[in-house]
């Protein structure tokens, strides 16, 4: 007898997933028995609309290779097209397990050239393109669990280096980033009760939009392991997804290549308590002194560079 797949029966919904990192997860989703829907935009790096569907080319991969899949195009950083892809989901398979927010692009520049409209682009599209995709999912859920049919429910969220360190030139997708942490601590919070696991993931990956800004780095070997590969950082999305993450909730991991790190965010440090108002010079003499016996944070990426 063969070993049952790991996420078979499971319903799976992949945004972003027609190119690099969604394509690669909705491809290990499906080779682990999963039915899905791949939603992408289709749209180039900055935005502007494609003149093809990759989302319906992934659909046909995955249907060729002999897994069940449909097509999304619709905009998930609207209402309407956010409510249409969970519809998505249960219209065509009748439920829904496990959402994966992936979908993203870059407009970089550096604060001082920083347009207002490059700030809320991306913006949109990814903080607002988890929030609306995640409140409609975890809407149904509730449903589910007030119904007394207990979801066991999974989102994998996407954030970046950039959102857990910074990106010197990246001030707009950085802070949507660290926006997408905040996002998942508060969604595993609240949905827990409902049988809802939210975590996220800060991959590396060679993708559209990190061979361009790291061509070196992502540049891929002429023989041997392709670390940068994105499939690398599917089987934790995948893992993640399923009934096998049991109890793993609110929690951050980065994937590179062959690595997996848990990350662990923001804890108090050095302190001290005079019990009274401090002076500015007390202040600023106690921050020293506690600056001295604190850990480092990590290097912003491009700095000094």
Request: glycine fraction near 14%; hydrophobic fraction near 45%; aromatic fraction near 4%.
């Amino acid at each position: 007898m063969s070993a049952r797949l790991l996420c078979e029966g499971r319903v799976v919904i992949v945004t972003g997933a027609g190119r690099g990192l969604g394509r690669a997860h909705a491809l290990a989703y499906a080779a682990e028995g999963a039915r899905l829907v791949v939603n992408d935009l289709g749209v180039g790096l900055d935005g502007t609309p494609a003149a093809d569907s990759p989302a319906r080319r992934v659909a046909e991969e995955i249907r060729a290779a002999g897994g069940e899949a449909v097509a999304h195009g619709g905009d998930i950083a609207t209402t309407d097209g956010a409510a249409s892809l969970v519809s998505a989901a249960l219209e065509t398979y009748g439920r829904l397990d496990t959402l994966v927010n992936n979908a993203g692009f870059l407009r970089d520049r550096m604060l001082v050239n920083l347009e207002e409209d490059d700030w809320d682009a991306v913006m949109r599209v990814h903080l607002k393109g988890h929030f609306l995709p995640l409140r409609h999912a975890a809407a149904h859920w509730r449903a589910e669990a007030k119904a007394g049919r207990a979801p066991d429910a999974r989102v994998v969220n996407t954030s970046s280096g950039a959102g857990l360190l910074g990106s010197v030139g990246q001030g707009n997708y950085s802070a949507a980033k660290a926006g997408i942490v905040g996002l998942t601590l508060v969604a595993a919070a609240e949905m827990e009760r409902y049988g809802v696991q939210v975590n996220a993931i800060a991959p590396a990956a060679r993708t559209r939009m990190t061979e361009r800004a790291f061509a070196d780095t992502m540049a891929a070997p002429g023989s041997g392991f392709d670390a940068m590969a994105p499939g690398n950082v599917s089987p934790l999305v995948v893992w993640l997804g399923s009934a096998a993450s049991a109890g793993v909730t609110g929690r951050v991991f980065e994937a590179e290549g062959g690595r997996i790190t848990v990350m662990e965010g923001w804890r108090p440090g050095p302190s001290a308590d005079k019990g009274a108002r401090w002076t500015p010079a007390e202040a600023g003499a106690a921050t020293r002194e506690l600056l001295e016996r604190s850990t480092a944070p990590g290097t912003v990426y491009g700095a000094g560079s």
